[in-house]
């Protein structure tokens, strides 16, 4: 639906851009800062009224959320899908009522036709493979525990296929701890008695990294040296583990990305046009930062 002339960063109440965003959950430090920045940027200054629904990482939640807003008739309909299958017949339809969807963070597999305009978020197949070939380079040799996030979701399904394609065949053992801390541990202590010849965990985020912190000290190891640590993500718990000596290096995944959305949504509801994929930039860090730097990140 829509109505048609909302000027990005229009000031009038009703010339608001309804937008129903469905984010996945809560599950980490990363989907933290992520929402605040959403909630930030998709403000009444940027010409939004932002409707937010937190679906707890449930799918069903989601698509009662995105039927929400269709019968809410939002002007324009924003979600970040907890995995990649599942949505053929929300997204038919939210088509079918003319909403376009803008597409954020993690990715769609459908059969529907032209299901979104547009997508902004991370490279997660290069963020696997740039994990990769630090493995490659620093070790060589290592036996390789995969602690991936949730099962089905793009940012497992693509980390995995990139890591793999550079030391796929060091990976000696896989469990998903399903992004959180608590599911990480819990992953790591069963993996310590599954696989006790393993000496490099690659967890595809911070959050459970930090929970394979605490099985492996539990289990009277030390980690970053018994057990080298390689994550996602470079939230400041991250980061400071990384400071700490306890994770040996971290792959960025920037969440920080409110500001840019807010652009391609009013972009989208003005109906101009919009790249298909808008990726965020990111880099990597090893043990040499400083903890200054570490004092200074925002998230
Ligand atoms: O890496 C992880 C979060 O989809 C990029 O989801 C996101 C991932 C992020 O739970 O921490």
Not at 35 to 57: H, K, P
Not at 59 to 69: G, K, T
Not at 193 to 216: R, W
Request: proline residues 3%; glycine residues 12%; charged residues 25%.
């Amino acid at each position: 639906g829509g109505d048609d002339g909302a000027t990005a960063g229009g000031g009038g109440g009703d010339e608001l851009i309804r937008v129903g965003f469905s984010q996945l959950g809560a599950e980490s430090g990363w989907r933290t800062a992520n929402t605040e920045s959403v909630q930030e940027s998709l403000s009444e200054e940027n010409g939004i009224d932002l409707t937010f629904v937190d679906a707890q990482q449930r799918q069903e939640n989601q698509i009662r959320a995105l039927r929400d807003f269709v019968s809410q008739d939002m002007d324009v309909i924003a979600f970040s899908p907890v995995i990649e299958t599942g949505w053929d017949q929300v997204l038919q339809e939210i088509k079918d009522a003319g909403i376009p969807v803008v597409l954020v963070d993690r990715t769609v597999e459908t059969t529907v036709e032209d299901p979104f305009v547009t997508w902004i978020g991370s490279d997660f197949r290069a963020e696997g493979v740039t994990a990769g070939e630090w493995v490659a380079e620093n070790h060589p040799d290592a036996q390789i525990f995969e602690l991936q996030g949730t099962m089905g979701s793009g940012a497992q399904v693509d980390r995995q296929e990139g890591f793999r394609e550079v030391v796929g065949d060091q990976v000696i053992g896989e469990a998903s701890g399903n992004f959180t801390r608590a599911e990480g541990r819990t992953a790591v202590e069963a993996a310590l008695q599954a696989y006790p010849d393993m000496d490099l965990i690659f967890s595809h985020n911070d959050d459970m990294g930090l929970g394979a912190i605490e099985a492996i000290e539990a289990a009277g190891m030390t980690p970053g040296e018994d057990i080298t640590i390689v994550t996602v993500d470079a939230v400041k718990d991250g980061l400071q583990a990384l400071v700490d000596g306890k994770f040996n290096y971290v792959v960025e995944c920037n969440p920080v990305f409110g500001d840019q959305l807010a652009e391609l949504i009013n972009q989208v509801h003005a109906g101009e046009t919009v790249p298909e994929q808008t990726f965020v930039e990111e880099s990597a860090f090893d043990q040499t930062i400083t903890q200054e730097f570490v004092d200074a990140r925002p998230y």
